[in-house]
């Protein structure tokens, strides 16, 4: 089945600066690929995907891209703000399985 | 998106008992998911509940532990039987997904403990 890994685990920048997080998934057969975002005792909340026909998706600070070939995707964050400080997960589904597997998420910590 | 409910929104049980979670959508939906969240960790995919069939089980979780009922397409409840500290979790209901990849969006949860 589909493996999700996501580094890092954590990562602390200082507000302005870019914060990347990347994720690797196993199943050739994923074709769709989102984010979430958790703040704390809140439900995750969808902040931007991309599916396979697509390599970059960007949405005013935020971008995803996604190579196929190395099977990997990654979140870019730009412009970092205190607001952005929460827990981001990757994910992946494939249109066989149908259901979302999750990475094990990013710690992202914004300073003032 | 689908407003999601979910309740109880947080319990605090006892140790041998069962907890059964709701949740309510309002809108038609095909695909309903039971998540769980241990605390500090990422979404681990408990079942797929199916209206009008069984659910389908991840690896590693079980209908005796967890039965699932999906009555129609905007209702779905998650039981947690015979529980133990070890359940003690956030458990979440989701909807979407689905065979074209349709967003999934996630129900407010519900924080269980378990003494």
């Known amino acids: 089945g589909e493996n999700v890994e996501q580094h890092p685990s954590t990562l602390s920048v200082q507000e302005g600066d870019s914060a990347v997080i990347k994720c690797t998934y196993s199943?050739?057969?994923?074709?769709?690929f989102p984010w979430y975002k958790q703040e704390l005792g809140k439900r995750p909340q969808l902040i931007i995907d991309i599916r396979s026909n697509v390599g970059e998706k960007k949405d005013q600070r935020i971008a995803v891209t996604l190579n196929k070939t190395a099977k990997h995707f990654s979140l870019h964050i730009t412009e970092t703000q205190p607001e952005d400080s929460a827990v981001y997960f990757c994910a992946a589904s494939s249109y066989n399985t149908d259901k979302l597997i999750f990475g094990t998420g990013t710690r992202l910590q914004v300073f003032p | 998106s689908a407003v999601i409910s979910q309740k109880p929104s947080r319990d605090i049980c006892q140790r041998g008992t069962s907890l059964t979670i709701q949740c309510q959508v309002d809108s038609q939906v095909t695909m309903m998911f039971w998540y769980r969240q241990q605390p500090g960790q990422s979404l681990t995919l408990i079942a797929t509940?199916?209206?009008?069939?069984?659910?389908?089980?991840e690896s590693g979780f079980v209908i005796d532990k967890f039965p699932i009922s999906r009555p129609n397409l905007t209702f779905s409840t998650l039981t947690v039987s015979n529980m133990s500290p070890e359940d003690s979790s956030i458990y979440l209901c989701?909807?979407?997904?689905?065979?074209?990849?349709?967003?999934?969006?996630f129900g407010s949860g519900t924080q269980l403990s378990v003494l």
């Open positions: 509940a199916n209206q009008g069939s069984e659910a389908t089980y």
């Open positions: 989701s909807v979407g997904g689905g065979l074209i990849n349709e967003k999934l969006f």
């Open positions: 199943d050739s057969a994923s074709n769709y």
